[in-house]
């Protein structure tokens, strides 16, 4: 689960959620939207989130392919270089944590 996954999910409810607008005037149209950006947010969010819970499910592997798909698409397994930076990054952390003290 991440941002493209749920970007997918948002550009694939909106095409539900707004073709029923209908063909009303633009103004109309444009604010039909912007009212709604929220409720399709939502209910993307969700739908990602019931996607996670119930992964076992065949029906919701079947639904949320495309987001595996994309995720591999933009995604890749890190490099040594990366690791190392990782490892690194971790230990700085520890040793400022380290240093603060139990009186933070």
Do not use: K, M
């Amino acid at each position: 689960r991440c941002g493209t996954s749920f970007l997918l999910t948002v550009a694939l409810v909106s095409i539900v959620v707004f073709a029923f607008a209908g063909t009303d005037p633009l103004w109309w149209r444009l604010a039909s939207r912007l009212v709604l950006i929220p409720l399709v947010a939502g209910v993307a969010y969700e739908a990602i989130r019931f996607a996670g819970f119930h992964q076992g499910w065949p029906v919701v592997r079947l639904l949320f392919a495309g987001n595996i798909a994309l995720q591999l698409l933009t995604t890749r397994p890190p490099d040594d270089e990366h690791i190392q930076v990782a490892i690194r990054a971790f230990e700085e952390a520890r040793d400022v944590e380290a240093n603060l003290g139990p009186h933070r």
